[in-house]
Nanobody
Framework: VQLQASGGGLVQAGASLRLSCSASGRYGMGWFRQAAGKEREFVAGISWSGDSTLYTDSVKGRFTISRDNSKNTVYLQMNSLKPEDTAVYYC??????????????WGQGTLVTVSS
């Protein structure tokens, strides 16, 4: 399974970005992020059907994960971005979970930088 994430960039606080991740296969999908000097953390997850989603508390109400299985693509819509959202964002495929070890496949990261 090859994962390809895209959509990162440099934005000001309050702006929006949409990350995309192309992936084939019937997997739950997740987005994780790792800020400089910090451990990787779960951001959002979505089941294969798209009926169920998970979010870490700090992004609830601001980020939305979705998927279009006809396009083999998962999205992370990020609104009201804050400087603390600055990180390398990774998409992952595997079980529907908040736990990184539940995901067997990982894409390369895409950098999101939010300036104040």
């Amino acid at each position: 399974v090859q994962l390809q994430a895209s959509g990162g960039g440099l934005v000001q606080a309050g702006a929006s970005l949409r990350l995309s991740c192309s992936a084939s296969g019937r997997y739950g999908m997740g987005w994780f992020r790792q800020a400089a000097g910090k451990e990787r953390e779960f951001v959002a997850g979505i089941s294969w059907s798209g009926d169920s989603t998970l979010y870490t508390d700090s992004v609830k109400g601001r980020f939305t994960i979705s998927r279009d299985n006809s396009k083999n693509t998962v999205y992370l819509q990020m609104n009201s971005l804050k400087p603390e959202d600055t990180a390398v964002y990774y998409c992952a495929a595997g079980a529907y979970s908040t736990l990184s070890h539940a995901y067997a496949y990982w894409g390369q990261g895409t950098l999101v930088t939010v300036s104040s």
